[in-house]
């Protein structure tokens, strides 16, 4: 999976999975945020003011896993096979990756870098 997707995938589970306290975690909130490019960063604090996902899975169906609009066959197919690739959902913007499941972890383990 592509670097900055991951990145991006441990900071929404930072912001998102402590319940509004984020003083607990700003330091590694911001060690996060200096390496994403900034194109990424605003679209990502963008989609995340909207009170939506900013990054969400691609589900077996082929569904947006924030906005649930089926996505074309060849957008699927590009997500699931380019995981070098960012991708994002037509309908809502977000982020799109084959899986996120596995990447989440609680904030005691940190991200490994």
Avoid: W
Avoid at 32 to 43: G, I, V
Avoid at 71 to 79: C, E, H, N, R
Avoid at 96 to 106: E, V
């Amino acid at each position: 999976m592509n670097k900055t997707l991951l990145l991006l995938i441990q900071l929404q589970n930072l912001i998102l999975g402590n319940d509004g306290d984020l003083s607990a975690v700003s330091g590694r909130i911001e060690c996060l945020r200096s390496y994403l490019p900034e194109t990424y960063l605003s679209k990502f604090d963008r989609l995340l003011r909207r009170r939506r996902l900013a990054v969400a899975a691609l589900t077996d169906s082929g569904t947006c896993g924030n906005c649930c609009s089926s996505l074309p066959i060849g957008d699927s197919i590009a997500i699931r096979r380019e995981r070098n690739v960012v991708h994002a959902c037509r309908q809502c913007g977000c982020f799109l990756c084959s899986d996120i499941r596995p990447l989440r972890f609680s904030t005691q383990e940190g991200a490994g870098l």
